[in-house]
């Protein structure tokens, strides 16, 4: 249990894999508003949030525009997120790279709590207990815990039992909840993964945060929207998220407000790239986690999204023969395919642990990620299979011995 998350070491980051291709529906919307010349007000304007509530009353999470906020990017919303809510930030280990910088900007100590062994995205509830408890002991005062339904970086779901527990831990410390829910729409198979909300067992506890760029728009058009509960307590702590956000005036641009209405209206051409994206990400995820596995690495199944979190603890020696020791080393040997250490994701340097994206995979022109998108089976295509190859004789080539 680490007490407090350290400042990561400055290096330089990979490059972004290019995402897919922009879908020409959204790409002629943003085109019809580009004369708009004012920007989306702080927290957006009343079009963009009724959109809003339209997107999460179909998926039962009815909700008024006053209840909502959106900024441009997850990122800047969590900041104003944990400047309202005043005090130390509680994430799970390993959680998103995004999490603890906002906290770390503003001075908040941020705590972590390593997951269970069965999927990330919360903590273990006892160890989230421990680690509330000794955050106080030195004097802090934990008042966020964030934690995601459907997790990057290890691409799994909690299972609701779990969720509870962990929400019920945190509520019976006061802990604001914050639901990363970015990914519920990615789920790999639908009919067999079980999605819920924090909001739906505590609605009046739980802030839901959503960055439209993992599926509705494309991951260059900053979006992102918080839906607030309907208590007292709630409105309290979102207009104190909305001074935050009026403070340092870096609006949503009113063209990109047009197109982002359209889209969290949902027509068939956006539920249908979404559709596609689940279906291959989940092709993708699932040959990854063969691929390494295979060469003897730990790694949980994924169910959502297009990353997986590789643990290649058990091939410590022969690794280390190679002179690998430490996260960012994996990280560099492993670069083409889109790899990040478990450094940037709250674990120890020390740890051989890396996340994959099948994003990575899916081809460096506009054209093949396309083709991807639109093959009934991705797996057959020529540059999909040699990636795949490629990565399995990468791990295979780390871990035998020199001159073996």
């Known amino acids: 249990m680490q007490r407090t998350a350290p400042d990561p070491q400055r290096e330089p980051d990979p490059e972004p894999p ?10 002629a919307h943003l085109a019809a508003a580009a004369d708009r010349t004012e920007a989306e007000p702080p927290g957006g304007g009343a079009p963009l949030r009724t959109a809003a509530c339209g997107y999460w009353e179909r998926r039962g999470q009815a909700t008024t525009p006053d209840r909502v906020l959106v900024a441009p990017g997850a990122p800047a919303l969590l900041l104003a997120l944990f400047a309202a ?13 995004w999490y603890a910088p906002p906290a770390r900007l503003l001075g908040r100590p ?20 421990e680690t509330v408890r000794r955050a106080r002991m030195h004097g802090d005062s934990p008042r966020v815990l964030v934690l995601s339904v459907a997790d ?21 410390e006061g802990l604001w909840i914050i639901s990363d829910e970015t990914r519920r729409d990615l789920l790999h198979d639908p009919h067999d993964t079980v999605m819920l909300s924090p909001a739906e067992m505590l609605p009046g506890e739980v802030v839901v945060l959503t960055d439209l760029r993992a599926t509705l728009v494309p991951a260059s058009w900053p979006a992102a929207m918080a839906r607030f509960p309907a208590t007292d307590r709630g409105a309290v702590l979102r207009a104190a998220a909305l001074d ?26 956006v539920r249908t790239r979404t559709a596609a994206m689940a279906r291959v990400y989940g092709t993708l995820a699932a040959a990854l986690h063969h691929t390494v596995t295979e060469a003897g690495a730990v790694c949980r199944p994924p169910h959502s999204g297009s990353h997986l979190y590789a643990d290649l603890e058990p091939l410590r020696r022969p690794l280390a023969a190679r002179g690998i020791v430490e996260s960012r080393a994996l990280e560099r040997k492993l670069a083409p395919w889109g790899a ?43 540059h999909l299979t040699e990636a795949l190859t490629a990565l399995s004789r990468a791990l295979a080539g780390l871990i035998t011995p020199a001159g073996g």
């Open 85 to 97: 809510a005043d005090g130390t930030v509680v994430l799970p280990r390993p959680c998103s790279e």
């Open 244 to 269: 935050a956000l009026t403070a340092v005036p870096v609006p949503v641009p009113g063209p990109l407000g047009c197109a982002v209405a359209h889209a969290l209206g949902e027509p068939d051409e």
């Open 18 to 27: 290019a995402g897919l291709p922009v879908l020409p529906e959204l790409a």
């Open 340 to 382: 990040r250490g478990g450094h940037r994701f709250g674990d120890a340097p020390g740890t051989l642990r890396v996340r994959l994206g099948a994003e990575a995979l899916l081809g460096a022109e506009p054209e093949l990620r396309q083709r991807v998108l639109t093959a009934p089976d991705p797996l057959e295509l020529p």
């Open 152 to 172: 990057d970086p290890t691409g799994t779901c909690p299972a609701p039992e779990q969720l509870h527990e962990v929400c019920e831990a945190a509520a019976e």
């Open 110 to 129: 941020v705590h972590l709590a390593p997951v269970p062994a069965e999927s990330g995205g919360v903590p273990d509830p006892f160890a989230l207990l």
